[in-house]
């Protein structure tokens, strides 16, 4: 669904990325996690189309991620929600399809339901918590139902509980809809929890260092957190990390 090949980024004399290659296939959600400054987000603008490599090429879906933006094939969400504050919960996530044209695919309406924000429908941001905020984000991003999600940092802002909570729910989410999911964090536990595979980044400039493949069945819910198997998955992520970082002092 999305291959980078020898993708390098430069910004002027920072050198971001340096020959990255990875391939990410249908339905499977791929975390990259690494040092602050390693790439992670870079890497996930190229695959939006966002910003154009330096060198080497990423296909979308055997396309240029441009033609799979412009086809509406990609939802992008950020650290910070992108909604406007002179709108409702449900307003926002409407103009996505406003935007896309895309009026015959998800119910912004059933989609905000099933998020838990049935009661919410007329609220304006301001109004909601960053919870609750994060979550119309999410279904602002999902509602033309695209392939391929990017996630970005979604709940970096968020305190540790109502984090957790999140990710149990956008798991959930993604179990049922077997989205393509790309999703970028600093948290290894968040990684583990939700991931197929969790991709390893150097410090900058941004190299794959590992990859690994997670093997925890699914659903994963928050109590899975204190289980032995989830432990050692952790430890395993966390001690390829510490080694990328050292690999690169």
Known sequence: MI?????????????????????????????LIGPSGCGKTTMLRIAAGLEAPSGGRVLVNGDTPENACSQH?????????????????????RMTLEITGREGALSPDELLTDFGLGDFHHHYPHQLSGGMQQRVNIAAALVHNPAILLLDEPFGALDELTRESMGEWLGGVLNRSSKTVIFVTHSVEEATILSDRVVVLSARPGRIAEVI???????????????????????????SLYQAVELSA
């Open 213 to 239: 493949e997670i093997g925890l069945p699914r659903p994963r819910s928050k109590a899975f957190r204190t289980d032995e198997n989830f432990l050692r998955e952790v430890a395993r992520v966390r001690s």
């Open 3 to 31: 291959e980078f090949s020898q993708v390098s980024k430069q910004f002027g004399d920072v050198e971001a990325l340096e020959e990255v290659s990875l391939t990410i296939q249908d339905g499977e959600f791929v975390t």
């Open 73 to 93: 094939q990609i939802g992008v969400a950020f650290q910070r929600p992108a909604l406007l504050a002179s709108r409702t919960a449900l307003k926002n996530v």
